[in-house]
């Protein structure tokens, strides 16, 4: 099976912190997302990347940056964490290529920011 | 882009067929339909997936008109485990990825 990790289930920060959230996957994924979601506007796509220092702007990149140095690890961070980020993160991965295909989804990180 | 629209809440009975069905009245022509289902404090699971027709697996059942700009999910003989939250989403998921979209979900309650 296919396993999604995150770094943190929970995490509290505050105003101005820069944060890090990590995702990590084991099927040699070439693709990664992250998404972010809060009540009543179901997920949003932030950021996400079909190959190692690859990204790509997904519907709110806004505040946001993505890092991925190796092809298991898609990193996203805040530079400067505000109140209004606060929400749950979603890490995904998908196989890649041209065929349509599930995205496999992390536990999630809940952020609190302060 | 294909948006997608779908009922906020549904609530069924155990033992009952549920439908939920999603509209993408833009969807591409390369865009595949793909629900996912979602429990709370964890990330969504995929169920099932199609581009037209209909499809059926061990959980639940896909039917797509011929238009596609609509497709219904249906689960036979809901029980109380299928709470959840259900996802439409529409994407070519090739090449470029950004073009995924996922819709608000549809909350799904199962009464005893």
């Known amino acids: 099976d296919v396993k999604v990790t995150q770094s943190s289930r929970y995490l509290v920060k505050r105003t101005g912190e820069k944060v890090f959230l990590e995702c990590v996957q084991d099927?040699?994924?070439?693709?990664m997302f992250w998404y972010r979601q809060d009540p009543g506007l179901g997920l949003r796509l932030i950021y996400f990347?079909?190959?190692?220092?690859?990204?790509e702007k997904g519907d709110i990149p806004e505040g946001y940056s993505v890092s991925r140095e190796k092809k298991e690890r898609f990193s996203l961070i805040l530079e400067s964490a505000s109140t209004n980020q606060t929400s749950m993160y979603l890490c995904?991965?998908?196989?890649?290529?041209?065929?349509?295909?599930?995205?496999?989804f992390g536990p999630g990180t809940r952020l609190l920011v302060l | 882009l294909a948006k997608t629209t779908q009922p906020i809440s549904m609530d069924s009975y155990e033992g009952q067929e549920v439908n939920i069905t999603c509209s993408h009245n833009?969807?591409?022509?390369?865009?595949?339909i793909t629900w996912y289902q979602q429990f709370p404090s964890q990330g969504p699971r995929f169920i099932i997936q199609?581009?037209?027709t209909k499809v059926t697996n061990e959980v639940a059942s896909l039917f797509i008109p011929a238009d596609r700009k609509s497709s219904t999910l249906s689960l036979p003989r809901v029980s109380l485990s299928d709470t959840a939250v259900y996802y439409c989403?529409?994407?070519?998921?090739?090449?470029?990825?950004?073009?995924?979209?996922f819709g608000k979900g549809t909350k799904l309650s199962v009464k005893p």
């Open positions: 995904a991965s998908s196989l890649g290529g041209d065929s349509a295909e599930t995205q496999y």
């Open positions: 099927m040699d994924h070439e693709n």
């Open positions: 990347s079909y190959d190692v220092k690859m990204k």
């Open positions: 833009n969807i591409a022509t390369n865009d595949y």
């Open positions: 199609g581009y037209k």
């Open positions: 989403l529409v994407g070519d998921f090739g090449g470029s990825q950004g073009n995924l979209i």
